[in-house]
């Protein structure tokens, strides 16, 4: 079983900056993605943003892309959401995800983004 923590919500004012963080722990044999997905009141679960632990590679939303940056610590096994330019509509409790061993889904019980003024 994989662990993942969750950490970095909050409240911030509109054009403000947060940073996720999401520690995964437990029995690991191979990870092969990280990311991070939100779900806002009444709105299905998306995408946010992954990158690859093999590769590197990332992938984001089109409603994030220059705004949102994922990196990863790949010897602590812990992704990062960097946050920038925040908007109203960013507000969702975002949710860390893990797909490893070798193929399964793992997540995290998710930290609330609130973006208001």
């Keep these: 079983q994989v662990q993942l923590v969750e950490s970095g919500g ?10 996720l963080s999401c520690a995964a722990s437990g029995t690991i ?3 092969n993605a990280m990311g991070w997905y939100r779900q806002a009141p ?7 943003a992954s990158i690859s632990t093999i590769s590197g590679r990332t992938n984001s939303a089109d409603s994030v892309k220059g705004r949102f940056t994922i990196s990863r610590d790949h010897g602590k096994n812990t992704v990062f959401l960097q946050m920038d ?28 983004v609130t973006v208001s003024s």
């Design 85 to 112: 330019s925040l908007k109203p509509e960013d507000t969702a409790v975002y949710y860390c995800n893990c797909n490893a061993n070798p193929y399964a889904n793992y997540w995290g019980q998710g930290t609330q």
């Design 29 to 31: 044999f191979r990870i």
């Design 10 to 19: 909050g409240l911030v004012q509109p054009g403000g900056s947060l940073r």
């Design 42 to 48: 009444g709105r299905q679960r998306e995408l946010v």
